[in-house]
């Protein structure tokens, strides 16, 4: 089973890549195209017995180690 | 006196901390390599700059999880002081002996430069030789010292003064166009409740004698000798 878990940070902290990667979308043209919000992506394969399962091991390394609850939230998939 | 520098894979101001105990002041030191599991009877713990395990996931979050770790925590609740610099801070973030994290500089450049600290408390193992409001010249070589806590957090470290140095002009003056990084408050360092555990982004330890440009930082390995020196 595969979970996947998409790392951001938190909508009240200033993330400045993502306000550079905008900038620049707008620079090249783009009009249609507001903020910017960048993060992490994790493919983790999961030995698990079922969906529940797979998604309670996945928020338990997101809360431990993949994200850090001060700055980033954080979603999973599973597959 | 002891001074034991954790190394972690990754650290590179290691030697400069230990150069700053051992040769500049003449105190014992000793590595703890970040596999061990004691601090080899350190009196004061200093976690250095560097880019632990290549800083990936974050800044200092697998160090934290070094079998070094559970000793640390255990020294710094038992009032032990721990110094964390650049990296180091950085993981006591992570490793939550200090509160708040680190973001990307705002404006995404390492920084590499002097600036100007200002000690905003003395009341601290390795401020109290300082004097309130001293002007220090430090480098600081960091990607990530945009030091970040929700609003909640800051009042509470600016009402319980924990924010022990803030980055500052020339003439002491708190301004914007001081600040390498956007750090909330222009923070450059801060301590734990107990005040014996202290973060902060700029590197004192490289900043010991004068011909390397500044012997500002000394006063932070000063003070904890003195500190020690008391409770001795």
């Known amino acids: 089973m595969k979970a996947k878990v998409f790392v951001t940070l938190k909508k009240s902290v200033f993330d400045p890549q993502g306000k550079t990667i905008s900038d620049a979308l707008h620079s090249l043209g783009y009009k249609g195209i507001g903020d910017v919000r960048q993060g992490k992506y994790f493919e983790l394969e999961l030995d698990a017995a079922s969906a529940e399962q797979a998604r309670a091991l996945a928020a338990e390394v997101a809360d431990k180690v993949l994200a850090n609850p001060v700055i980033e939230s954080y979603r999973i998939e599973i597959d | ?232």
Not at chain 2, 113 to 141: C, H, I
Request: hydrophobic fraction near 40%; charged fraction near 20%; glycine fraction near 10%.
């Open chain 2, 1 to 232: 006196m002891k001074f034991g520098v954790v190394v972690f894979p990754g650290s590179n101001c290691d030697h400069d901390a230990y150069h700053a105990a051992k040769d500049v002041l003449g105190q014992d030191a000793e590595f703890v390599w970040h596999k061990d599991t004691t601090l080899k009877g350190a009196d004061v713990v200093i976690l250095p700059g560097g880019f632990a395990h290549g800083d990936y996931l974050r800044t200092g979050a697998i160090a934290r999880f070094s079998p070094i770790m559970p000793a640390i925590l255990e020294f710094a609740r038992a009032g032990g002081p721990v110094l964390g610099i650049c990296n180091g801070f950085q993981v006591l973030l992570e490793a939550g002996l200090l509160p708040g994290a680190m973001l990307r500089n705002r404006d995404l450049k390492f920084h590499c430069e002097q600036v100007t600290v200002r000690v905003e408390q003395t009341d601290t193992p390795f401020t109290q030789r300082a004097s309130a409001r001293q002007r220090l010249r430090l480098p600081v070589a960091h990607g990530e010292g945009n030091y970040y806590a929700d609003p909640d957090v800051i009042r509470e470290l600016e009402a319980s003064r924990r924010v022990i140095f803030r980055y500052c002009d020339a003439a002491g003056e708190v301004t914007d166009a001081a600040n390498p990084n956007g750090s909330v408050g222009n923070i450059a360092g801060i301590c734990n409740e107990a005040r014996n555990v202290v973060g902060l982004m700029p590197h004192p330890e490289r900043a010991c004698e004068a011909p390397l440009g500044s012997a500002d930082g000394l006063v932070l390995f000063e003070s904890v000798v003195t500190a020690l020196a008391r409770t001795a």
